[in-house]
DNA sequence: ATGGTAGAAACTCTA
């Protein structure tokens, strides 16, 4: 079964790059952030039409995400267990007994603004939820934008990317904790180049300078990680015209 | 050098 997430900044927009990428990369599970559209608006049509179940968690203009799948989705839960959040941030179904939760994580602006402490926040809560689903849950898969590049070979210069938001401390030690709870970074399972970034800020031309990050993640329990069989970025979306700022990541995992 | 671009919406916010 191939898992994928990927933040398409606006599934409006990227409706075409996602049906063209579905059909050449031919994934069973997508994971989507930052949709920005109400789930009457969820583009279903187009997207049954090519084979995939939806389902969604959306809100204007901000936020959203989505499932894809073409396995079917079953139970499907959105937000939070326990964390009242206004913002449409996750969103969770099982597809052929694997629990596979959708994750938009705050972005966190700036270090010490209102909206890094949110961050902080909402990172605690998921980790406290996370913890309980993976007591649920023995295949669980958590994919999306965290928000975070967990080392500095994850970042093209951490020099001047220290103490920054998305690379900073406190950040980074939440991602840990994600790890603490036993998930581990399916990427990083497996020998990869130096130089792997999933996100390139749209300014300053900083995909043609390779100037990016790897900040979404693909974080498999144990019973899963077991499974893998590799985790790749595939650059091809973000080479296209009016690309998404971010690329998607796969995962391959041999299901019994 | 504290810029720059993109998206949604609406004369600004978020990333």
């Known amino acids: 079964m191939k898992i994928a997430t990927w933040n398409v900044n606006s599934l409006k927009v990227r409706l075409p790059h996602l049906l063209e990428w579905l059909d050449a990369a031919k994934p069973d599970?997508?994971?989507?952030?930052?949709?920005?559209?109400?789930?009457?608006?969820?583009?279903?049509?187009?997207?049954?039409?090519?084979?995939?179940?939806?389902?969604?968690?959306?809100?204007k203009t901000y936020n959203g995400v989505a499932i894809l799948s073409r396995l079917g989705l079953e139970d499907v839960q959105p937000g939070i267990g326990g964390y009242e959040d206004d913002h449409k941030r996750v969103l969770a179904a099982t597809v052929r007994g694997v629990r596979v939760v959708c994750a938009y994580v705050p972005n966190g602006q700036a270090v010490g603004t209102n909206k890094y402490e949110y961050k902080l926040q909402w990172l605690a809560e998921f980790a406290r939820w996370?913890?309980?689903?993976?007591?649920?849950?023995?295949?669980?898969?958590?994919?999306?934008?965290?928000?975070?590049?967990?080392?500095?070979?994850?970042?093209?210069?951490?020099?001047?990317?220290?103490?920054?938001?998305?690379?900073?401390?406190?950040?980074?030690?939440?991602?840990?904790?994600?790890?603490?709870?036993?998930?581990?970074?399916?990427f990083r399972l497996f020998p990869q180049k130096e130089r792997s970034f999933t996100w390139w800020d749209y300014r300053l031309n900083a995909f043609q300078k390779d100037m990016g990050l790897r900040i979404d993640h693909i974080l498999v329990s144990p019973a899963l990680a077991a499974r893998c069989r590799g985790c790749w970025i595939d650059l091809g979306p973000r080479r296209l015209e009016r690309p998404s700022d971010h690329a998607p990541v796969v995962a391959e995992l041999e299901l019994g």
């Open 29 to 59: 599970v997508v994971c989507l952030q930052e949709t920005k559209l109400e789930d009457a608006s969820f583009p279903r049509a187009a997207i049954d039409k090519i084979g995939y179940a939806a389902c969604c968690h959306g809100q």
């Open 130 to 186: 996370l913890g309980e689903e993976l007591g649920a849950h023995e295949k669980l898969a958590v994919l999306g934008d965290y928000n975070v590049a967990p080392a500095e070979i994850d970042v093209h210069n951490p020099k001047r990317w220290a103490g920054q938001v998305l690379f900073s401390e406190p950040e980074r030690a939440a991602f840990q904790r994600l790890l603490g709870l036993g998930l581990q970074d399916a």
